[in-house]
Nanobody
Framework: QVQLQESGPGLVKPSQTLSLTCTVS??????????WTWIRQSPGKGREWIGY???????AYSPSLKSRTSISRDTSKNQFTLQLSSVTPEDTAVYYC????????????????WGQGTQVTVSS
């Protein structure tokens, strides 16, 4: 059974870079044509699709976040990582990683695998 676990600091200062890692167990991130995605949900807002890295290493990002976002992977550790630069308090959210067999949107039902989420607060 594939499981996803997010990890990273829960508090980031404004203007710094947020870095989160998703560790995948029970399956390879390079297999089965899967897409590995980051999604976030802020208080009072809906879920927001951030971007993905797929089985071949190709990436795509939300146009609104593209200039600040980078998603990479470490296949030896079966992990993929989100970096979001120049954060502001508006980036405070619960961040989720998820896996699906195609490019999907921000809703949980679109994914086969979904992490438990990790709270990130941007504050000085």
């Amino acid at each position: 059974q594939v499981q996803l676990q997010e990890s990273g600091p829960g508090l980031v200062k404004p203007s710094q870079t947020l870095s989160l890692t998703c560790t995948v167990s029970g399956g390879s991130i390079t297999a089965n044509y899967y897409y590995w995605t980051w999604i976030r949900q802020s208080p009072g807002k809906g879920r927001e699709w951030i971007g993905y890295i797929n089985y071949s290493g190709s990436t795509a990002y939300s146009p609104s976040l593209k200039s600040r976002t980078s998603i990479s992977r470490d296949t030896s550790k079966n992990q993929f990582t989100l970096q979001l630069s120049s954060v502001t308090p508006e980036d405070t959210a619960v961040y989720y990683c998820a896996g699906s067999p195609s490019h999907s949107g921000p809703m949980k039902y679109e994914y086969d695998y979904w992490g438990q989420g990790t709270q990130v607060t941007v504050s000085s």
